[in-house]
């Protein structure tokens, strides 16, 4: 059981930036995911167990930066903010694999943070 806590939403202008947090309660393969109001769950990007490794949608790459530290962190830091990138962020934890998967096995999730991007 891997239990996942958010932290970081909030209003931003387009082209402005935001860093989202997500602490886990083990140290695992972690993945971005939003929700936009109407729309289907989209994967944004994941992190491998060890860090060394990065994956994005090609709709984020070059804008957002998946990091996290030596602890239980996880963060997603958002740069260029659109008005398109505003959704319900969730973090996720995929428990079965070392390596980052778009489609990962993810059964973890985090409660979600509000990011909303005014034009």
């Known amino acids: 059981q891997v239990q996942l806590v958010e932290s970081g939403g909030g209003l931003v202008q387009a082209g402005g930036s935001l860093r989202l947090s997500c602490v886990a309660s083990?140290?695992?393969?972690m993945g971005w995911f939003r929700q936009a109001p109407g729309k289907d769950r989209e994967f944004v990007g994941c992190i491998s167990w060890s860090g060394a490794n990065t994956l994005y949608a090609d709709s984020v790459k070059g804008r957002f930066t998946i990091s996290r530290d030596n602890a239980k962190n996880t963060y997603l830091q958002m740069n260029s903010l659109k008005p398109e990138d505003t959704a319900v962020y969730y973090c996720a934890a995929d428990t079965l694999h070392s390596s980052c998967l778009s489609g990962g096995s993810w059964s973890y999730w985090g409660q979600g943070t509000q990011v909303t991007v005014s034009s």
């Open positions: 083990g140290r695992t393969v």
